[in-house]
Structure formats: C-alpha cells, structure tokens
C-alpha cells in the first residue's frame, strides 16, 4: 500500500487524491467558453461559491457539510454580469444560482408567484396561469437579466460536492483561466472544508455503529492559496475570503493571509455579520518601513435603511474598481 504523507501539500494532494470523473469535460467547457470570451474582449472572473462536503465512506452514506448556501456567490456573479465581466460560476450543486436564487429560497418561493386563472363559466378551455400583479415588476426584472446573460453566453457554471471535486476543479479552472493574464479575476467565495479524510483512510462501506463511539482523524486540506498565486494563476487578481466567528482574529487572520499567499485582496467577514459588513484587507504601497503594512477599508450597507439593498453590489464594485487601477499600473 503506499504511504500517505502526514501532511499533504497541495502536490502531495494531487498525486494520492484521485481526479473527479467529470474533470476532463469541465475543462473542455472552459476552454470553450474562454475562447468566446476572449474573441469579445471580455474580463473573465471564476466566482466559486457555497459549502464543500467531506465524504466518510467510499459508499457515501455520511458526510460534514457547512453552513454555506451560497448566497455570496450567485448574488456577486449577477453585479460581476452586470458589470460587463463573464462568470464562470463553479457552485456547489444545489446551491443557491444567480438569478433562480432570487425565487428558490424558502421565504419567497416561485409557486407563490403564480395565480391559477379559471376559464369563463361554459368553456371547456383548461385553467390557464398568471403572475401574480404585485409581483410581476421584479419577476420581469430577473427575467430580462437572465435572458440576456443567456443569450450573451457570458455565464458558464461548473458544480461541485466534495472537497475534492473543488480542488480538482478549481486547479483545473485556474490553469485554464490564466491565459487571460491580468484580465482574470478569482472571486473565492465557496466556504471550504479546512479538513479531509483521505481516500485511503476511508471505510469502504458505511461505518458501523456497532462498535459505539465514533473517532476518526482528519487530515489538514492543503493551502491551496499557495499554489493557486505562485503558480496556477500567474498575473490573475485573486481575491479571497476569510470567515471567521470571533471578531478579535479576523483582522489578523486576514492579514496573515494576505503576507503568506501574496494575492490582491483579503474580503474578511464575520459569520452572523457578513450579509451587510465585510471589510477589504489589503498591502499598503507606502514607502516607510515603519509605516502599516496592511490597511483595512469597511462595506457597510443599512439593511433597516433599504431592506432591498445588497452587500455584493458594493463588494462588487469596489473589486471591478480595483481591478480596473490594477490593471493600469
Ligand atoms: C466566505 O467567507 C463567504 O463570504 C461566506 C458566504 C461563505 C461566509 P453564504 O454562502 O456565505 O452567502 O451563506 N467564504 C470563504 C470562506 C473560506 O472558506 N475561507 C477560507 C478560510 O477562511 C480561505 S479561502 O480559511
């Protein structure tokens, strides 16, 4: 049997971890898609976006999940569109999608959009349907955007389940997306597991409850931010996300990361915060050793204000601003 290593580097990763199945035609679409995009001048951004699962048996019956559905992703890929950039939108199956998402969640769900119109008193005509008034302005609205992306071609989406399928594919995608250069952007929204079980140490069947408590020791998931920078991506503007639920090391966190990897941008957010406050950490360009080396800016958006008001726009285009002056330099 070989050895796995005690902990994987990204390379150590790739070479015991075996591919997904569907990794070849996933980037024969991307290829594709860049072509087109690229004929039309087009910046490019890879959005990623919701959880990632964590199999702990070959015949999957159990896994972990997170909290993520998605949110962050499909609502910043609709402003990226809007800003004239194409998405390639590598999601999380069954996660939240741009424009659906605004009909799928659970609070405003499509069937109530709709009225059931009785045909007149003798007819034998079937029942037809309608929108319902009050909602047709904003169903016309997503309906018009999601047309025109359609017919622009200018959103591709890829999905995910498990932790390995999103780092297969966000390797694979990167490495393809790099030949825009500094036309592409790497919008890392997806909430991913920071542990794995590896293939080898799985059970092949389901994990029997006879033998009472369960244990087992997850491996670290490499720092795949370190490749992506320094070698998958060459000159793209990477931005990431750090999450975390204690308000003391975001910040740093955040910071940190930014000094290991050497990406554009850190967007930091608190768990029960971050649908309206994020912050963007980011190198400052000053001359003076003993000057910050990090600076932080605040998005803030009022939802008491203006409930209808989303974070993303101004995520959006603060980064669709940035990109623009970096691309200038
Ligand atoms: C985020 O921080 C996203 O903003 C959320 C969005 C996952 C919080 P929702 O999908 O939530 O709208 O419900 N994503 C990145 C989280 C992450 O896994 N970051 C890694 C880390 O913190 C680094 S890439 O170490």
Same mark, same amino acid.
């Given at each position: 049997?070989?050895?796995?290593?005690?902990?994987?580097?990204?390379?150590?990763?790739?070479?015991?971890?075996?591919?997904?199945?569907?990794?070849?035609?996933?980037?024969?679409?991307?290829?594709?898609?860049?072509?087109?995009? +690229?004929?039309?001048?087009?910046?490019?951004?890879?959005?990623?976006?919701?959880?990632?699962?964590?199999?702990?048996?070959?015949?999957?019956?159990?896994?972990?999940?997170? #909290?993520?559905?998605?949110?962050?992703?499909?609502?910043?890929?609709?402003? #990226?569109?809007?800003?004239?950039?194409?998405?390639?939108?590598?999601?999380?199956?069954?996660?939240?999608?741009? =424009?659906? +998402?605004?009909?799928?969640?659970? @609070?405003?769900?499509? !069937?109530?959009?709709?009225?059931?119109?009785?045909?007149?008193?003798?007819? @034998?005509?079937?029942?037809?349907?309608?929108?319902?008034?009050?909602?047709?302005?904003?169903?016309?609205?997503?309906?018009?955007?999601?047309?025109?992306?359609?017919?622009?071609?200018?959103?591709?989406?890829?999905? #995910?389940?498990?932790?390995?399928?999103?780092?297969?594919?966000?390797?694979?995608?990167?490495?393809?997306?790099?030949?825009?250069?500094?036309?592409?952007?790497?919008?890392?929204?997806?909430?991913?597991?920071?542990?794995?079980?590896?293939?080898?140490?799985?059970?092949?069947?389901?994990?029997?409850?006879?033998?009472?408590?369960?244990?087992?020791?997850?491996?670290?998931?490499?720092?795949?931010?370190?490749?992506? %920078?320094?070698?998958?991506?060459?000159?793209? =503007? %990477?931005?990431? #996300?750090? !999450?975390?639920?204690?308000?003391?090391? !975001?910040?740093?966190?955040?910071?940190?990361?930014?000094?290991?990897?050497?990406?554009?941008?850190?967007?930091?957010?608190?768990?029960?915060?971050?649908? =309206?406050?994020?912050?963007?950490?980011?190198?400052?360009?000053?001359?003076?050793?003993?000057?910050?080396?990090?600076?932080?800016?605040?998005? +803030?958006?009022?939802?008491?204000?203006?409930?209808?008001?989303?974070?993303?726009?101004?995520?959006?285009?603060?980064?669709? +601003?940035?990109?623009?002056?970096?691309?200038?330099?």
């Amino acid at each position: 049997m070989e050895t796995l290593p005690t902990t994987f580097s990204a390379e150590a990763y790739f070479q015991t971890q075996p591919p997904p199945p569907t990794i070849e035609q996933d980037v024969q679409s991307v290829r594709g898609f860049l072509k087109q995009q +690229r004929e039309h001048g087009k910046k490019v951004v890879l959005v990623t976006s919701g959880g990632t699962t964590v199999p702990l048996e070959l015949n999957v019956v159990r896994f972990l999940d997170n #909290f993520s559905a998605g949110t962050r992703g499909a609502t910043s890929a609709e402003y #990226f569109l809007k800003a004239g950039y194409a998405v390639i939108f590598m999601h999380r199956q069954f996660s939240l999608q741009p =424009f659906s +998402r605004h009909y799928s969640h659970s @609070t405003n769900p499509f !069937l109530d959009l709709l009225e059931i119109d009785d045909p007149p008193d003798g007819s @034998t005509a079937p029942p037809s349907i309608s929108v319902t008034s009050s909602k047709r302005d904003h169903l016309l609205g997503v309906l018009k955007s999601y047309k025109s992306v359609q017919k622009a071609g200018t959103m591709l989406t890829l999905t #995910f389940v498990t932790i390995n399928d999103y780092l297969w594919l966000l390797r694979a995608v990167s490495q393809e997306l790099s030949v825009l250069g500094k036309d592409a952007m790497y919008y890392l929204a997806a909430a991913v597991s920071d542990f794995f079980l590896p293939r080898q140490k799985m059970s092949v069947h389901k994990i029997q409850s006879g033998k009472g408590s369960l244990h087992i020791e997850m491996d670290q998931v490499p720092k795949i931010l370190k490749p992506m %920078v320094a070698e998958w991506t060459r000159q793209g =503007f %990477v931005v990431s #996300f750090k !999450l975390e639920t204690d308000d003391g090391i !975001l910040i740093p966190k955040a910071q940190a990361a930014l000094e290991r990897y050497g990406h554009s941008v850190v967007i930091a957010n608190e768990l029960h915060r971050r649908k =309206f406050e994020v912050a963007f950490v980011y190198r400052t360009h000053d001359a003076d050793p003993s000057a910050p080396r990090f600076a932080e800016t605040w998005v +803030r958006i009022d939802l008491e204000k203006d409930p209808e008001k989303e974070v993303e726009e101004d995520i959006v285009n603060e980064l669709v +601003r940035r990109h623009k002056q970096w691309l200038e330099m």
